[in-house]
């Protein structure tokens, strides 16, 4: 096969840009292998690229393949690559200038994968890659969070909702926020507070200060001000959305997270989900071809969790 269908755009806009369409199956470069995709899944990252309005830090060629996580099996091997041989499963990121995941197949460099989880169909361990791995190097590098400490995870979604059992695991009393919908599936995550950001603030319903906060959604300089005021001199504030600036004269340290590949934290994930002990919401699947409509329901506010796309 020379050819296979994929998800593109051959300019930037609305999901009409998105086309399911026939394009040429791509060739593993030195150090690549070709994944044969059993799913990708859908990050916000995904329609910031579609509309432009990441241009500036992430110069597309087009027409683009997006798709930022992959899940599947090694097809074919490129040259010096011997991490992996044809048949592995394996999951992992695609960088985000490159052809993505949201096709039959995508070459992605050997170094970035992992082998996917054992215990779970190998098309659910594409809802990790992303979010996993950022929820990993907030909790770990750059917040530091450790056993006694409390911690605020401001949004328990795909990202917050990993970082939640991850700061639990690690001892942390863990508080987030919710909508009423996801309240109880977050405290089965394990939060040990859950506040309903529909009817008040963590600002005013935290009343004793934490360690850390995680700040997953967008936030007004006023509301990450008083974000920040929660938390204790010498603590943390670390954001994937909204600059974070912190407080120097508390000694309150402000963390701008940019997130890595990073295959052993991959492998890491992948343990904890073998092992019970880390799980992955799947809140929806769709077949690859209505891409644009996941882009429609997500600009309408109306995904929870990780959506799944599968040729």
């Known amino acids: 096969m020379s050819t296979m269908k994929a998800i593109r755009f ?19 470069a030195a150090g690549e292998v070709l994944v044969e995709v059993a799913a990708t899944s859908f990050n916000p990252l995904d329609a910031a690229l579609r509309a432009g309005y990441m241009s500036g830090v992430f110069p597309l060629a087009l027409p683009h393949v997006p798709g930022l996580d992959v899940a599947g099996r090694v097809a074919a091997l490129g040259e010096g690559v011997t991490r992996w041989q044809v048949g ?41 890659p992303l979010v996993g791995v950022t929820a990993w190097q907030a909790v770990f590098e750059h917040a530091g969070i450790e056993a006694g400490q409390r911690v605020l995870v401001n949004g328990a979604g795909g990202i917050g909702g990993i970082a939640v059992q991850l700061a639990k695991r690690a001892g942390a009393y863990v508080i987030t926020t919710a909508s009423p919908r996801s309240a109880d599936a977050v405290r089965a995550l394990g939060a040990d507070e859950v506040i309903d950001y529909t009817v008040t603030s963590p600002a005013k319903a935290i009343t004793e200060p934490v360690d850390a906060v995680l700040n997953t959604v967008g936030a007004s300089e006023a509301d990450m001000a008083a974000l920040t005021g929660l938390i204790k001199d010498g603590g943390v504030i670390v954001s994937l959305t909204t600059p974070a600036a912190g407080d120097t004269a508390r000694d309150v340290r402000g963390v701008n997270m940019q997130t890595r590949g990073d295959a052993n934290q991959l492998a890491n994930l992948a343990k904890l989900v073998d092992a019970g002990e880390l799980r992955i919401e799947i809140s929806a699947r769709y077949p690859l071809a209505e891409t644009a409509t996941v882009h429609d329901i997500y600009a309408r506010g109306g995904i929870r969790g990780k959506v799944l796309l599968t040729p």
């Open 88 to 128: 592995d499963q394996v999951f992992g990121p695609v960088p985000p200038v490159s052809d993505g995941a949201a096709a039959e197949f995508v070459a992605v460099p050997q170094d970035l994968l992992a082998a996917a989880p054992g215990s779970i169909p190998l098309a659910d361990a594409a809802a990790i």
């Open 10 to 28: 051959h300019a930037y806009g609305d999901s009409d840009v998105l086309r399911y369409e026939e394009t040429a199956r791509p060739e593993p």
